[in-house]
């Protein structure tokens, strides 16, 4: 185990290329409007491409977090890094269905996903000490956050200073500063575990069969699934929403920067509160919030402060619930393949969010608006709030902490 002081420079790392690829990414929904009027390919189809690039951002994590965790997450960053930044460049060609697939749904998709939660929180679980690593997960992510609240206004004024082009350059140059990055989590090829213990002799088919039949991984997957719903939705759409309601196009983009201000505080006191509380019960009351947050939203007059004071209430849970799912997952099953299967809830996270991108897109060209997306929303969000409850979790942190070490290795059944 690394020094204290040594193990924090791999979250800061991490956190800064975090910064980048969710900071680009979450901002694509200001580029729905201008690809529309450059390409005519209409708002449903725009939606469908961005929909793909949802779900292959979680299909390629649990891939991408296989290949990290036998060979290192060095190189799978670098390919991220050169993936992103051409699906990016190559946009700005596009003027059909299949090539806006190809290089937003596919190219710059899985690049995000290769220097995403999964293959970072996992390069940088090994190096930290297990009391820790919910706060560094959560620091991580507030790097994600901070990504969002400078790419959306920083997008949004080079859209109206230059244009959409030149904006999805400049996503691309950013893109290409991550490979450098990736030098300080490298790591070293790791071979198969061997040892004396059960746990030490884990393969990985062997942790997938075992993590496939715990309920309380599933319980997992599901509340994930409505988050991506959630949070897909809203990047996407939010312009769309901002525009039906007669508004100016930069209080989405101001709406956009202040969900990802507000969850830098939510993910850092996610990752506290980790270590204090139990992680189910973070979950339950974040997606619960979400539910009330948006029944408000609904009620309320649709005026700029509305918008804003509803993305500080969204921003302080947006991507908060990342922070306890992944710890929760290493409660369970220990670090050794955690990239692996903390990417397969963020692929379950992204099969949400295919159907929030893409639905949104039917919802307002079959309906003209969104309601009938928020009434969804606020369902799935109270099912997501309900279903975390069932988790098995320790009463105390400190005391699961014997129940596994690292290598996956489980202790005595702890409490619900």
């Given at each position: 185990?690394?020094?204290?002081?040594?193990?924090?420079?791999?979250?800061?790392?991490a956190a800064s290329i975090l910064m980048i690829t969710m900071g680009t990414r979450q901002s694509m929904g200001l580029f729905v409007s201008p690809l529309n009027t450059h390409t005519g390919l209409g708002i449903a189809t725009i939606s469908f491409a961005m929909a793909i690039g949802q779900f292959v951002w979680g299909a390629v994590q649990p891939v991408f977090g296989a290949v990290a965790d036998r060979w290192g997450p060095g190189r799978v960053i670098v390919l991220g890094a050169l993936l992103l930044a051409a699906g990016f460049a190559w946009t700005?060609?596009?003027?059909?269905?299949?090539?806006?697939?190809?290089?937003?749904?596919?190219?710059?998709?899985?690049?995000?996903?290769?220097?995403?939660?999964?293959?970072?929180?996992?390069?940088?679980?090994?190096?930290?000490?297990?009391?820790?690593?919910?706060?560094?997960?959560?620091?991580?992510?507030?790097?994600?956050?901070?990504?969002?609240?400078?790419?959306?206004?920083?997008?949004?004024?080079?859209?109206?200073?230059?244009?959409?082009?030149?904006?999805?350059?400049?996503?691309?140059?950013?893109?290409?500063?991550?490979?450098?990055?990736?030098?300080?989590?490298?790591?070293?090829?790791?071979?198969?575990?061997?040892?004396?213990?059960?746990?030490?002799?884990?393969?990985?088919?062997?942790?997938?069969?075992?993590?496939?039949?715990?309920?309380?991984?599933?319980?997992?997957?599901?509340?994930?699934?409505?988050?991506?719903?959630?949070?897909?939705?809203?990047?996407?759409?939010?312009?769309?929403?901002?525009?039906?309601?007669?508004?100016?196009?930069?209080?989405?983009?101001?709406?956009?920067?202040?969900?990802?201000?507000?969850?830098?505080?939510?993910?850092?006191?996610?990752?506290?509160?980790?270590?204090?509380?139990?992680?189910?019960?973070?979950?339950?009351?974040?997606?619960?919030?979400?539910?009330?947050?948006?029944?408000?939203?609904?009620?309320?007059?649709?005026?700029?402060?509305?918008?804003?004071?509803?993305?500080?209430?969204?921003?302080?849970?947006?991507?908060?619930?990342?922070?306890?799912?992944?710890?929760?997952?290493?409660?369970?099953?220990?670090?050794?393949?955690?990239?692996?299967?903390?990417?397969?809830?963020?692929?379950?996270?992204?099969?949400?969010?295919?159907?929030?991108?893409?639905?949104?897109?039917?919802?307002?060209?079959?309906?003209?608006?969104?309601?009938?997306?928020?009434?969804?929303?606020?369902?799935?969000?109270?099912?997501?709030?309900?279903?975390?409850?069932?988790?098995?979790?320790?009463?105390?942190?400190?005391?699961?902490?014997?129940?596994?070490?690292?290598?996956?290795?489980?202790?005595?059944?702890?409490?619900?």
């Open positions: 185990m690394a020094s204290t002081r040594s193990s924090w420079v791999f979250v800061v790392v700005t060609q596009v003027t059909s269905e299949w090539a806006l697939i190809v290089t937003l749904g596919l190219m710059s998709a899985a690049g995000a996903g290769a220097g995403s939660f999964s293959i970072l929180i996992g390069a940088t679980a090994q190096h930290i000490p297990p009391e820790r690593r919910s706060f560094a997960g959560g620091a991580i992510n507030a790097g994600g956050s901070l990504g969002q609240f400078i790419f959306a206004p920083l997008n949004q004024a080079v859209l109206s200073t230059f244009g959409w082009m030149q904006a999805m350059w400049m996503m691309a140059v950013m893109a290409l500063t991550t490979a450098p990055m990736a030098w300080w989590l490298r790591g070293e090829p790791k071979p198969p575990v061997t040892g004396s213990g059960a746990a030490a002799t884990l393969t990985l088919r062997e942790q997938l069969k075992i993590a496939a039949r715990d309920r309380s991984y599933w319980c997992l997957h599901a509340g994930f699934f409505t988050c991506g719903f959630h949070i897909a939705f809203l990047v996407t759409h939010m312009p769309g929403e901002v525009s039906l309601c007669g508004l100016n196009a930069s209080v989405a983009a101001t709406s956009l920067a202040i969900i990802g201000l507000a969850n830098v505080g939510g993910s850092l006191a996610a990752g506290a509160l980790g270590n204090r509380v139990r992680m189910k019960y973070l979950l339950f009351w974040m997606y619960a919030s979400r539910a009330v947050a948006i029944l408000v939203y609904l009620a309320a007059p649709k005026e700029p402060w509305t918008f804003y004071l509803f993305a500080a209430v969204l921003g302080a849970t947006w991507l908060a619930t990342v922070p306890p799912t992944a710890g929760l997952t290493a409660k369970l099953f220990g670090t050794r393949y955690l990239a692996t299967l903390f990417g397969l809830t963020l692929f379950s996270h992204q099969i949400g969010g295919f159907f929030g991108a893409w639905l949104g897109g039917l919802a307002v060209v079959h309906t003209g608006n969104y309601l009938w997306m928020w009434w969804a929303d606020v369902v799935l969000a109270l099912g997501a709030a309900l279903v975390n409850l069932p988790i098995r979790e320790a009463r105390l942190p400190s005391r699961t902490a014997s129940h596994l070490d690292d290598h996956g290795t489980m202790g005595p059944t702890g409490s619900r």
